[in-house]
């Protein structure tokens, strides 16, 4: 079982970088061909039909992956509810795209990239829970080829409309043809396991209510995530324009790029803190301070590095996005506190906080909102950055509150202690970098730079060899704090 869990994380991570990279290359040369204005329309869409993508799932998902994780005799049949749980959902989601586009007056050519990307919803909703199920299943081979060569289809075809015919109508559909992909090879994985008769609707009302109400916990912290994520690029369309959008996208994409790089973290981390908490607090603690190492150690150089070298990565995109430079360099601060997040969530979801956890988010929405509606006519897009750096704090901040109430005794000193020398490392290999990259480059600059941080994390004593064991074994899903077995008893 230890020897699938690791090939499937490494399958799944293999892909997903793979998927990340491909597809923020594609983005930037997408940006530099169609400029500001056509790259904010394409953002813009997007960012509508990503909000109400929530709605298409509603949580489903997550609860069929556990489900038939748990339950796998009864898959068949959880299947059958499911699928037609999530169909209305999926229209419902279409529906609100198309409604929110159309009363907040935008331009035809809104509605009709929307309208678009709701179909590319729509694929993405099918493959969600079929790959959910396979999830379920612990095979994760045929997601990880799906996303690989989904994204593929996505490239090539989006690259020849650019080269051809630039076109942004044509550039969505191409991203329908990923969608596609994936939505067909996943169902054909799943029939081919369960047979055709998961497709035929199974609907027994006691059965759909308790599936739709164990939904909803999932649903709503989907909701709030997708919502404080892109409701800024909304309000900038409202406030400025979508050429300010186009602008904003560059730096949010340099930004959130990086998002993926704690998933194995998070992956070993939960079922690890489930195990422990109530169990073994020191271990837990350990385990806790651990994951806050690894996470801050991966946000700082990403953070101070890519401020230091801002003008240069943003010029990948085009001249015209210079205005994207000072966003970029405060939007990439909130990485720290989104990383962080991490663990924390974690720790929540382990210790059955989930509602604690959801009403934080809730929170996160409200104020982001807020600080948006705010700040946006008086910063431009700048105040769009400062409100999501303001944002992820507060996310950060409000579940580390928790924490000692989970970890008896857990001290913010200790937190500290942890934290402050990588930040001090990651800050005095930004400003080393800022001031090489004139003189040599910003090519040279990076492992210039990357030398400088790992000297300073051994001078700061914040890197020990049984830090980076801990880490490797986070990363490969095999954490010493859950290996033994009596902890399961």
């Not at 940006?31 to 960012?47: D, H, I």
């Not at 340099?254 to 790089?261: C, D, E, G």
């Not at 303001?390 to 970890?407: D, E, H, M, N, W």
Request: hydrophobic letters at 55%.
């Amino acid at each position: 079982m230890e020897e699938c869990v690791g090939k499937n994380t490494l399958y799944l991570t293999a892909a997903s970088i793979g998927q990340k990279i491909l597809a923020f290359v594609y983005f930037l040369f997408l940006a530099r061909v169609l400029g500001t204005e056509q790259t904010g329309e394409y953002f813009l869409a997007l960012s509508i039909t990503t909000i109400f993508s929530t709605i298409t799932d509603f949580g489903v998902t997550s609860v069929v992956v556990r489900d038939v994780a748990k339950y796998p005799e009864k898959a068949t049949s959880l299947i059958r509810h499911a699928f037609w749980l999530k169909i209305p959902f999926m229209f419902l989601g279409v529906f609100g795209s198309m409604m929110t586009a159309w009363m907040l007056g935008y331009e035809p050519i809104i509605l009709v990239l929307v309208a678009f990307a709701s179909l590319v919803m729509l694929a993405d909703a099918v493959s969600l829970l079929f790959y959910g199920i396979l999830r379920g299943h612990h095979i994760l081979k045929y997601e990880s080829l799906g996303i690989f060569v989904g994204q593929c289809l996505t490239l090539v075809i989006g690259c020849s409309v650019l080269a051809i015919r630039p076109s942004v109508t044509h550039l969505i559909a191409a991203l329908l043809f990923g969608s596609l992909f994936n939505a067909l090879f996943s169902l054909s994985r799943v029939i081919s396991i369960h047979g055709a008769k998961i497709l035929c609707p199974n609907i027994q009302m006691a059965d759909l209510r308790k599936l739709f109400l164990a939904t909803l916990p999932f649903a709503f912290a989907g909701i709030f995530v997708k919502t404080y994520s892109y409701i800024d690029s909304i309000l900038i369309s409202k406030m400025i324009g979508t050429e300010a959008v186009g602008i904003y996208a560059v730096a949010y994409k340099f930004t959130y790029a990086f998002q993926f790089l704690p998933m194995a973290l998070v992956a070993a981390l939960y079922p690890g803190m489930s195990a422990l908490v109530g169990r073994d607090t020191n271990r837990l603690r350990r385990l806790f301070d651990d994951s806050i190492w690894y996470v801050t150690a991966l946000s700082a150089p990403i953070v101070f590095g890519l401020f230091a070298i801002a003008p240069d990565a943003i010029a990948l995109a085009g001249d015209e996005y210079a205005g994207a430079v000072p966003v970029l360099q405060i939007l990439i601060f909130v990485l720290i506190p989104i990383f962080l997040d991490f663990p924390v969530g974690s720790l929540l979801n382990a210790a059955d906080r989930q509602s604690t956890k959801t009403t934080i988010m809730g929170l996160t929405v409200l104020l982001n909102v807020f600080l948006n509606v705010l700040l946006i006519p008086r910063f431009g897009i700048m105040g769009a950055g400062i409100a999501a750096l303001a944002s992820f704090t507060f996310l950060s901040i409000g579940g580390l509150y928790f924490v000692p109430r989970i970890i008896k005794g857990y001290s913010y000193v200790t937190l500290g202690r942890i934290i402050s020398p990588i930040l001090l490392s990651g800050l005095v290999m930004g400003v080393s970098a800022f001031l090489l990259r004139p003189i040599i480059g910003f090519v040279l600059t990076i492992p210039v730079a990357a030398v400088i941080y790992i000297a300073m994390l051994v001078i700061t004593r914040s890197l020990r060899v049984d830090q980076l064991r801990v880490a490797l074994d986070l990363i490969r899903r095999k954490p010493s704090y859950a290996e033994n077995t009596s902890i399961h008893d």
